[in-house]
């Protein structure tokens, strides 16, 4: 069997303390990410997806484990080392306010990545972005602030496919979009894979927003995978009892069903109570 373009192995992140301790956050966390694959994290805020995505990038430290890169490692790697690796993997950030320079037109926010590593004709490369993440191509002109949520998050995801990357790391790329919005932004997302076969490590809390876009999804609590597996079967048959309460926690809009599901959840995190006990 061919490599696995990324892969995460036995990972274990510890953040530094008062008076030399440190707290493990990360538990021992592995998968594997294929070329042109969409991989979901999915847990509740402080189940640690985040910090994995951040390993991954080089902004959290690696305490144990490896990280992979096409068969290299990039755990705990020195900066020339990351500055290479940044241009095939990317990021799209939760926010998509803060994540742009507000003093910066979307042209050079665009165009900095590019002419950082030498593109020849960037400007027309701009003009490609804008049009791939369906954006006007006056847009180049403005700046973020003259522009919706979503748009600002297209805005994002044209800097991150810029330097067509392998991998794109997406932090929450929709959780502060409205409904509408967040559905079409997961289309871009699938649009522009099926065009380019970038791979995905989808992070999120909601476990019926990445199931209709990935092939698997991996469940996180407490700093460790509980659930791993094609999608539509952990989001629709879940064998671990947490993977449940997500499933269940996921709003519908029949309000009979929504009770049933908020009763069904109850049970179950008083079974997970009783457990723990």
């Known amino acids: 069997m061919s490599e696995p373009l990324l892969s995460v192995r036995d990972l274990i992140v510890r953040f530094p303390g008062r008076r030399g301790t440190s707290t493990e956050v990360i538990h021992g966390v592995s998968f594997d990410l294929e070329a042109g694959e969409t991989l979901s994290l999915v847990g509740e805020s402080g189940s640690g997806k985040t910090t994995i995505g951040r390993a991954i990038l080089g902004l959290a430290p690696v305490s144990e484990g490896e990280i992979r890169f096409r068969g290299e490692v990039i755990s705990n790697v020195d900066r020339a080392t990351r500055r290479k690796i940044a241009a095939e993997i990317q990021v799209v950030f939760q926010d998509p306010y803060s994540s742009l320079n507000p003093s910066m037109t979307v042209e050079s926010i665009l165009v900095e990545p590019l002419l950082a590593i030498g593109v020849d004709n960037a400007r027309t490369r701009v003009r490609e972005l804008l049009d791939a993440v369906q954006l006007p191509a006056g847009s ?130 008083d079974a997970d109570d009783d457990d723990q006990t």
């Open 140 to 269: 180049g002109k403005r700046y973020p602030r003259e522009f919706s949520g979503g748009q600002r998050q297209r805005i994002a995801i044209a800097r991150a496919i810029a330097l067509r990357p392998a991998v794109i790391v997406c932090d929450e790329p929709t959780s502060a979009l409205d409904v509408t919005t967040q559905a079409a932004v997961l289309e871009l997302f699938a649009e522009i894979q099926r065009e380019t076969g970038v791979a995905y490590l989808l992070i999120s809390h909601d476990l019926g927003v990445v199931n209709s876009v990935s092939n698997r999804i991996g469940v996180l609590r407490q700093g460790a995978i509980v659930e791993i597996g094609e999608a539509a079967q952990v989001a629709t048959h879940p064998n671990h009892p947490y993977t449940r309460r997500l499933q269940m926690a996921a709003p519908i809009a029949n309000p009979r069903l929504q009770r049933e599901r908020r009763a069904t959840r109850l049970a179950l995190l």
